[in-house]
């Protein structure tokens, strides 16, 4: 196996991510804006990214240059830009520099901050926390921990998007690291929720009272507590949440991850996980709300697989076994994440010279695909803006580009929790579906795009009984 690479240390600020940027010059033959002085696009971008981008593909086409966020970036635009980018045939592309300088002062080491031989090392030791016995096992807490969140919320009217935000923090206390909920957890999640604002802070470093001090004092708390446990959990033997798991990781060779990596890739996973778990949750829900007709096919197959309620008439579980034959219920989740995915756009650096779309695309050039806008072309989808499950039937997946919807990213760097995501949402639909009908109240909301999708008034609903 190769070598692994040396870590840095969280406070140092690497070079290699800035040095041989392209200047302007550089850069010159490809089509674009620079915008403001200073700023660039940077404003533009925050305000209507999705608008910013539909308005620079009719411009300049499916490759432009854009200043924002003090340089440039190309745009890759498409679906063969997708493949490109993800599949990556000739690594040509860094995950590391394209996502580091936005989150490595909080979670460095991910698995999206890793590449090639030491990404593949890592993501083959930690794969061991989603094989089958593992996952059977955060079923049983999935299913608990929902029923009895759910049961809590009763019938009226609520905020969906922090109420589901916090089930999946809990859900993840209980699932990823094994603890019950209470004030611990409580505790664990707070730092969680401080690391993940300030990673889209727009002061980057930890000033007093600001939110980057808040994330930085978070991670500090955390590298802390996931070290002592870490080593806790190797004398006492793993358990079978999702933390033991990775405590206990072993590279092809035998050798165990070293504590500081299994620190690391806790923090990213429970950052990855919940957030974007929230928000595609929630953007389901939306839009069975606004189809009843869907909600009602779901509802019915749920029941069919279930078995429906039990004696006390409350739903049944959704055993492990059965995930698979909720496909209706699949589809919509996969028609949600086509609408509104979690992760609207993912960046990479060009590690050497490369052309796509008739440009020379210089070394060191930070690039970015749009899953935003390919999940929303006209080229790829019949009336993109039309809620239809049924774009996810075999033979139109078949038909369709491979990489016309990538919501998980693609390649290498596909997403290792894809599985558990589906898992848990399932289980929601299982858990509610069968006990209330969902109905908007406040009207289609507004969403907020970027960094994560989310309602700007929190999705308001109403729950109502069946019976």
Request: net charge neutral; no cysteine.
């Given at each position: 196996m190769a070598t692994l690479a040396a870590h840095q240390p969280t406070e140092a600020a690497p070079t290699h991510w800035t040095e041989g940027n392209p200047d302007a010059h550089a850069l010159a033959h490809i089509p674009g804006e620079k915008g403001w002085p200073l700023v660039g696009n940077t404003f533009r971008m925050l305000a209507d990214p999705h608008g910013m981008a539909k308005a620079m593909v009719e411009k300049y086409g499916k490759v432009y240059k854009n200043k924002a966020f003090g340089g440039w970036n190309v745009a890759l635009i498409g679906a063969d830009a997708n493949e490109l980018v993800l599949f990556d045939r000739d690594k040509l592309f860094s995950s590391e520099q394209g996502w580091g300088p936005i989150l490595d002062k909080l979670f460095p080491r991910g698995l999206m901050l890793m590449d090639f031989d030491h990404h593949r090392a890592d993501r083959r030791a930690l794969s061991i926390a989603f094989k089958p016995g593992p996952m059977r096992h955060y079923s049983g807490a999935l299913n608990r921990g929902i029923a009895r969140r759910v049961e809590e919320w009763g019938a009226g009217q609520m905020r969906f998007y922090p109420a589901i935000k916090e089930l999946t923090l809990d859900l993840a206390a209980d699932s990823f690291i094994g603890i019950p909920w209470g004030p611990e957890a409580d505790t664990i999640n707070r730092a969680f929720v401080d690391m993940v604002q300030a990673s889209v802070a727009p002061v980057?470093?930890?000033?007093?009272?600001?939110?980057?001090?808040?994330?930085?004092?978070?991670?500090?708390?955390?590298?802390?507590?996931?070290?002592?446990?870490?080593?806790?959990?190797?004398a006492e033997g793993g358990g079978q949440d999702m933390f033991s798991q990775f405590a206990t990781a072993e590279y092809d060779d035998g050798r165990l991850m070293p504590v500081d990596e299994v620190v690391d890739h806790m923090n990213f996973l429970m950052m990855a996980a919940h957030d974007t778990i929230t928000s595609s949750a929630t953007s389901l829900l939306w839009l069975?709300?606004?189809?009843?007709?869907?909600?009602?096919?779901?509802?019915?197959?749920?029941?069919?697989?279930?078995?429906?309620?039990?004696?006390?008439?409350?739903?049944?579980?959704?055993?492990?076994?059965d995930l698979g034959k909720l496909e209706l219920t699949e589809m919509a989740f996969k028609e949600a994440l086509r609408f509104i995915p979690p992760v609207p756009s993912m960046p990479r650096r060009a590690l050497r010279e490369f052309e796509f779309g008739g440009y020379r695309i210089p070394a060191g050039t930070p690039v970015g695909i749009n899953i935003h806008?390919?999940?929303?072309?006209?080229?790829?989808?019949?009336?993109?803006?039309?809620?239809?499950?049924?774009?996810?039937?075999?033979?139109?997946?078949?038909?369709?580009?491979?990489?016309a919807w990538v919501p998980f990213g693609g390649g290498a760097h596909m997403c290792l929790g894809l599985h558990f995501a589906y898992m848990q949402v399932k289980i929601l639909m299982a858990q509610l579906l069968p006990r209330y009908r969902v109905e908007l109240t406040g009207g289609?909301?507004?969403?907020?795009?970027?960094p994560i999708p989310k309602p700007r008034d929190g999705l308001k609903i109403a729950l109502k009984p069946l019976s």
């Open positions: 980057r470093k930890p000033l007093p009272f600001t939110q980057m001090k808040r994330g930085v004092d978070g991670r500090a708390y955390l590298v802390d507590y996931f070290t002592r446990e870490t080593h806790r959990r190797r069975l709300a606004k189809h009843p007709e869907w909600q009602e096919k779901l509802r019915a197959e749920v029941e069919a697989v279930t078995g429906g309620s039990d004696a006390s008439g409350k739903p049944r579980d959704l055993a492990y076994e806008w390919t999940h929303h072309s006209e080229e790829y989808w019949d009336e993109p803006e039309k809620f239809d499950p049924l774009r996810f039937t075999p033979d139109k997946v078949k038909a369709r580009h491979k990489y289609d909301p507004e969403w907020q795009a970027w």
